[in-house]
């Protein structure tokens, strides 16, 4: 017998998950960043030659350091997508959806809480970044969170899509075959 998210009740049979995974990636990434701003002042912490280290960096643009000019509409942007997000995430029946949803949402809330709370003020706070690798621009423990979830959310997709086509293709067979 088949366990498709079809056959389960409707509503997000997770409630817990989902909240130990956003609590736990938003204390994560807040305590993540305290640490930085606190040991990195004074300048960064190789860990691997200048390949990986740690440099404290306020992004008050978006990924890439876009947009930095519009750091209120991006905030106004983030509460937006945050309250998209809790409603997807209280409506997925999947596991690895409410996985995913929970740690993009988890790393939209503390990513918000910087631009929120952190300085100049009020809807134009930088987001802390801190871990830097190679080439790659400086992130945090919120967008790792954003991006693993981004990841399982698309394998989730996937998976989504084989099951359809083979569900489709089954349904063909049975009115192939019911009809002979």
């Not at 190679?134 to 945090?140: E, K, R, S």
């Amino acid at each position: 017998m088949r366990n498709d998210a079809a056959d389960q009740p409707a509503g997000n049979g997770h409630p817990l998950l989902a909240t130990g995974i956003v609590v736990g990636v938003l204390l994560a990434d807040q305590l993540t960043k305290l640490w930085a701003v606190r040991r990195l002042a004074d300048g960064p912490v190789a860990l691997a030659g200048d390949t990986v280290s740690f440099r404290l960096a306020r992004n008050t643009g978006s990924a890439f350091s876009l947009f930095q000019a519009f750091t209120p509409l991006l905030a106004l942007v983030a509460i937006g997508v945050a309250v998209f997000l809790v409603r997807a995430v209280r409506q997925a029946r999947d596991v690895l959806l409410v996985v995913g949803l929970s740690l993009v949402l988890g790393g939209a809330l503390g990513n918000l809480s910087d631009r929120l709370f952190r300085t100049p003020g009020f809807l134009h706070g930088g987001v802390v970044d801190f871990v830097h690798v190679g080439a790659w621009p400086t992130f945090n423990v919120a967008d790792s969170a954003i991006t693993s979830g981004a990841v399982l959310i698309v394998v989730w997709a996937v998976r989504a899509d084989r099951r359809e086509r083979r569900a489709a293709r089954a349904d063909l067979g049975h009115e192939v075959h019911g009809r002979g």
